[in-house]
Nanobody
Framework: QVQFVESGGGLVQPGGSLRLSCVVS????????MGWYRQAPGKQRELVAV???????NVADSVSGRFTISRDNAKNTVYLQMNNLKPEETAVYYC?????????WGQGTQVTVSS
């Protein structure tokens, strides 16, 4: 059974940085295409960044130049480095596959950007 465990969120001031981590319990993690998602209050969950098995990455236009997704296959872990955070990016951040498993969403990690 797939399991995603996110961590690293917290309270940060506008312009600050956070690094999120997600440990993935799945076989053959190294061939999985992974994504980071976020859901702000009252809004739909959205895809923020993707990293493919070959480590090619893609990020949403809204975070381009500020967010970086990476992975460590030896640790079954995917990361999201977030810089220059904005208040409107306050949300719960989740990881899942690039094509998400709807039955496997984790608890997510809360990111609050506020002064």
């Amino acid at each position: 059974q797939v399991q995603f465990v996110e961590s690293g969120g917290g309270l940060v001031q506008p312009g600050g940085s956070l690094r999120l981590s997600c440990v993935v319990s799945v076989r053959m993690f190294n061939i999985r295409n992974m994504g980071w998602y976020r859901q702000a209050p009252g809004k739909q969950r959205e895809l923020v960044a993707v990293i493919f098995s070959g480590e090619y990455t893609n990020v949403a236009d809204s975070v381009s130049g500020r967010f970086t997704i990476s992975r460590d296959n030896a640790k079954n872990t995917v990361y999201l480095q977030m810089n220059n955070l904005k208040p409107e990016e306050t949300a719960v951040y989740y990881c899942n596959f690039q094509i998400p498993d709807p039955h496997a969403w984790g608890q997510g990690t809360q990111v609050t950007v506020s002064s």
